[in-house]
């Protein structure tokens, strides 16, 4: 089944060093998104892809990164991971944008849950 | 930015009750969807509506754009629906996907 995955489901990491997620879809799609999604809140969109156009949101801090290195991969990575970034990471893609609006479903992974002691 | 409300914000149903969700959005939108959170955390597409009504099984959802709302309609519910709902919405002006706060159901059996 086409699908959106995540690895690793759950991520330890200590206080200060640097830690990658992964996305990875079978999808084929043109789009893909990384969401920060802390405990009873909703999910806050961090940045996006549209092909290789990275496209930052306005209060994304520094710390977050991301990769795409072909359609199917994206990477998330916390350069230096605070107590504050402790939350569950979800990707999402969609098929397309049109006439410069995201005017499609959007298809969430399992999502990672990161833990920083 | 945009403002997107949800009501009510915390729901317990009887299995076998209909229940209306309630998205507020404060500007035109190009995008609106549904998305069920079960309590694993996945997020489930429910519905992509921007405007007019949607039906699937036992949900449905109704946006009227110009009012600036939209309803999710569950009838007959099960345990199984449990979870949290939001709705997300991408306003006109090009600002990205905003969800809002979402509902929390909770159907007893």
């Known amino acids: 089944d086409a699908m959106v995955i995540q690895n690793p489901r759950y991520q330890v990491t200590q206080f200060g060093k640097p830690v990658t997620l992964s996305c990875s879809q079978t999808?084929?799609?043109?789009?893909m998104y990384w969401y920060q999604q802390k405990s009873s809140q909703a999910p806050k969109l961090l940045f996006h892809?549209?092909?290789?156009?990275?496209?930052n949101e306005a209060d994304t801090p520094d710390n977050f990164q991301s990769r795409r290195p072909n359609t199917s991969f994206c990477f998330l990575d916390i350069r230096s991971p605070g107590l504050g970034d402790a939350a569950m990471y979800l990707c999402?893609?969609?098929?397309?944008?049109?006439?410069?609006?995201?005017?499609?479903?959007?298809?969430f992974g399992p999502g990672t849950r990161l833990t920083v002691l | 930015g945009i403002q997107v409300e949800q009501s009510p914000p915390d729901l317990i149903l009887q299995e076998g009750a209909n229940s209306t969700l309630r998205c507020n959005f404060s500007?035109?939108?190009?995008?609106l969807q549904w998305f069920h959170q079960n309590p694993w955390g996945q997020l489930i597409n429910l519905f992509y509506i921007p405007s007019g009504t949607k039906q699937n099984g036992r949900l449905s959802a109704t946006t009227v754009a110009t009012e600036r709302y939209s309803l999710l309609y569950i009838s007959s519910s099960q345990t199984t629906d449990s979870g949290v709902y939001f709705c997300a919405v991408e306003p006109n002006y090009g600002q990205n996907f905003v969800f809002g706060p979402g509902t929390r159901l909770s159907v007893l059996p």
């Open positions: 999402a893609t969609s098929l397309s944008r049109v006439a410069g609006v995201f005017a499609d479903t959007q298809y």
């Open positions: 500007d035109s939108v190009n995008n």
């Open positions: 999808l084929n799609h043109n789009v």
């Open positions: 892809y549209y092909d290789k156009d990275f496209n």
